[in-house]
């Protein structure tokens, strides 16, 4: 461990789609110490998304604060998590159903709704409440480590937030949890981000309330000028361009920036480690750097459906263009390609001027990933400095409960870059002929 002041330091957890990943943090940011815990990812069925929620959300926490053997020094820690996510626990906050995660076919919203996401934790409710009625709580992942940390089954507002319409801003509906098969004292408690939830089991550390990945990630990225692309490239692939002012944009997501009077346009799809994890278990090995740029095939990379910007859930990937000359390192870097493509599309489709690109998240250590994004897109991709930028969020979070931080605002202090990575001249022409296949087989 990284020598470090003995009065500031915070932990940050986050639960993940393959893991948890968590980090002690010092006052300036530097990571000291980090731990990364696997879990399984389980697809019972081609629509079916879901975690051993003891595994990922209960214990999994619980063996990474273990191994960071937290002593007096740590002040608090705070735990993120991807949304939705949802499973029944016993009184004793005991998993006692599936943990469904985002994209399950558990939470399709009935009729043809513009972005069904909105309804998804709802759903999952109606799914989880049928299947273990007599259930002590209903909560997703934040609320199961919270209780398993520190006895507080306890979320952040933000994550409410995206159990609308079971949250309406202020507070659980009472009607609309009923209409889902719940009520309302079996839900988790809210409180507001960074604030203090409790005390961590045989520990001085405060819990702190933590937020979503996406934002945690966002907040210490320091893409919060306008035109400024951030590109969080973990098991989801999510893209949001800051703009200056909100406005809408068919298929994408409008969102409100961490930094006040800012927004984000974008979304999420599932082109990113869902896909090239997908690729990598069924292709052999292959240097995609090797390849000729002329003699890449052209992947539509939707294996299980696509969130952003077709909100599609039974798209289906293909692939275009294949011939007996292609080998596994052509395939591996036409995937790649795919995941900047997509990129590259959603930057588009927001209609704003890049100013830069910014990519965080575990994926940022694939060096073909980050090249192919570069190429794609045909700027620089600038790789953060902390692949584990959700937890180093969360940490940030817990430095508020502390009251060792006042605002948000000031978590872009600790963002750093480990390299930057060029588009490759090359490849421009090239590229840009299979980007244009590649929005036709979007088209189709």
């Given at each position: ?48 998304l879901e975690h051993d929620a003891d595994q990922a959300w209960r214990r999994g926490p619980l063996t990474a604060l273990h191994q960071l053997a937290p002593g ?188 006040a009077g800012k927004s984000q346009i974008g979304g999420a799809s599932n082109a990113g480690g869902l896909f090239l994890g997908w690729v990598d278990r069924v ?40 011939d007996l000359t292609h080998d596994a390192a052509s395939l591996r870097r036409a995937a790649y390609e795919a995941s900047g493509f997509v990129v590259r599309q ?99």
């Amino acid at each position: 461990m990284t020598p470090v002041s003995r009065s500031d330091v915070t932990i940050g957890i986050d639960i993940g789609t393959t893991a948890v990943k968590a980090v002690v943090a010092a006052e300036d940011g530097r990571v000291a110490a980090r731990v990364r815990i696997p879990h399984q990812l389980r697809v019972p069925t081609p629509n079916r998304l879901e975690h051993d929620a003891d595994q990922a959300w209960r214990r999994g926490p619980l063996t990474a604060l273990h191994q960071l053997a937290p002593g007096p020094e740590v002040r608090a820690v705070a735990v993120s998590a991807m949304v939705p996510s949802l499973t029944a626990v016993d009184a004793g906050g005991n998993v006692v159903t599936p943990g469904l995660l985002y994209g399950d076919e558990r939470g399709r919203v009935a009729g043809n709704q513009p972005f069904p996401a909105l309804g998804e934790a709802a759903e999952f409710l109606r799914w989880t409440a049928a299947e273990a009625p007599g259930a002590a709580g209903y909560w997703p992942a934040p609320a199961v480590a919270n209780h398993a940390l520190a006895g507080e089954a306890v979320i952040d507002i933000a994550t409410a937030a995206t159990s609308y319409p079971l949250f309406d801003g202020t507070g659980w509906n009472a009607e609309q949890c009923a209409g889902h098969g719940a009520a309302v004292a079996q839900m988790p408690r809210v409180e507001t981000i960074g604030a203090v939830a409790g005390q961590v089991h045989q520990s001085d550390a405060a819990l702190a309330t933590g937020a979503i990945d996406a934002l945690c990630e966002q907040m210490v990225a320091g893409a919060d000028r306008d035109g400024d692309v951030l590109v969080m490239c973990g098991t989801t692939l999510i893209v949001w361009t800051t703009i200056a002012e909100a406005r809408q944009v068919p298929g994408l997501w409008t969102i409100p920036h961490t930094t006040a009077g800012k927004s984000q346009i974008g979304g999420a799809s599932n082109a990113g480690g869902l896909f090239l994890g997908w690729v990598d278990r069924v292709i052999g090995p292959g240097d995609p750097a090797a390849v000729d740029p002329r003699r890449v095939p052209v992947w539509s990379p939707y294996i299980r459906g696509e969130r952003t910007p077709f909100h599609d859930p039974d798209r289906r990937a293909a692939l275009d263009g294949l011939d007996l000359t292609h080998d596994a390192a052509s395939l591996r870097r036409a995937a790649y390609e795919a995941s900047g493509f997509v990129v590259r599309q959603l930057i588009e489709l927001s209609g704003t001027p890049v100013t830069r690109i910014v990519a965080t998240g575990g994926g940022t250590r694939l060096r073909p990933w980050m090249q192919a994004i570069a190429d794609a897109t045909g700027r620089p991709v600038q790789v953060s400095a902390v692949a584990e930028g959700a937890a180093l969020g969360a940490a940030f979070l817990a430095r508020m409960a502390a009251g060792l931080e006042t605002t948000i605002d000031d978590a872009a202090r600790w963002a750093r870059t480990e390299c930057i990575v060029d588009p490759d001249p090359t490849w421009a022409g090239a590229v840009d002929d299979r980007y244009r296949r590649f929005l036709e087989l979007g088209r189709r």
